[in-house]
């Protein structure tokens, strides 16, 4: 595998350290926006689902959007530029928000920069790579991402151990945003064929194979189960878990994530990817039911977390490279949008749905309807995507 790894081309080993760097900036913020919302903003769980619901599902559509533009135009790169400055610009306003309202503007824009570059950036790995590369290249850029998860709240805990304060932490994330946007200008637009007659875009999507289309519906299934992971680590808060051990806790998730997500991903190129996926999800079932039902020991969240990482590992990628599998190259983009859309929207009823059994019912409750969406969805994947079927790209 290591020489598989080596092989793959310049663009995704680019793409892959702009996403460490960019998630280095990234997960410096996102541990501590429950904490800021909580301790200095004085925010509860509702107000915490209602802005990483619309947050993401707003700027979703962009994602979708991005994706047909970028297969029109046959560019990409002007695309993932500029989602990197805008997000890099977003982020460490956070520490000038006065208000959850606030807090709510700034991870919006962060998350239309995140609409603008996300379905242009997966087509670009896709047309980066042969077909038997997919999921080691989508699996090698989460790898990266990941790893730069674990450098962000690493900094921030160690920050934050120093003595300095939340909205000094919050700022510093500034630096590794400049040094993202060199590198986004430092990528090579790929060549792609362009097609006499591209299909037109429609909202049913016709112009996909079916199982793309049924696949899209069990994706929304498990994410109606899947709401923020911000949620996760106020549940460890509740549970006794420290301050400055949230951020470590988050770094050890990612840390598992960036260590497996290159093997598990690269071995979905040689075995059915749905088979993988739907492991990860029960991986994700059993641990949601858990978090629920865990009594307030604050060691057990440890292997709990690292577990969550290895349900990260075993899907970003695979998800990824099966909807490579599934679609035309001349829409890879749009397909990209279209994975997305469903992610982004799925996550504002699921947060605030998450939210108001949080609050309204019990923690418990909560996370039994996030790990019963999940086991369903594992089970649709397996049985009722169908494989089999010739990629109409490979």
Known sequence: MLAAIRRLPRTVWLLGLISLVNDSASDMI?????????SVLMAGPKALGL???????????????????ADRSRKTKSWVVAGYAIAGIARPMIAFASSWFGVLVCRFADRIGKGLRSAPRDAMLMHSVAPDQRGLAFGLHRAMDNAGAVVGPLAAAALLALGMPLRHVLFAAIVPAVIVLLLALAIREPQVERSPNPP?????????????????????LFMLGNSSNMFLLLRAKE???GEAQVPMIWALVSLVAALLST???GLSDRFDRRKLIAGGWTIYAALYMAFGLMPAMTWLLWPMF?????????????EKALVADMVPRAQAGTAFGWYNLVVGLALLPASLLFGWLWSEASPPIAFAFGSACALAAALLLRFWVGAGEPAPNA
């Open 306 to 318: 690292a577990a969550y990482g290895v349900f990260l590992a075993a899907t970003e990628g695979a």
């Open 239 to 241: 549970l006794g878990l």
């Open 51 to 69: 802005i990483e619901g619309i947050a993401e599902a707003m700027a979703s559509l962009l994602k979708l959007a991005a994706g047909v533009l």
């Open 263 to 265: 093997p598990l991903s």
């Open 30 to 38: 996102y541990p501590l926006v429950p904490l800021y919302l909580t």
């Open 200 to 220: 037109r875009f429609s909202w049913n999507l016709r112009e996909f194979p079916p199982r793309f289309r049924r696949y899209l519906i069990v994706l929304a």
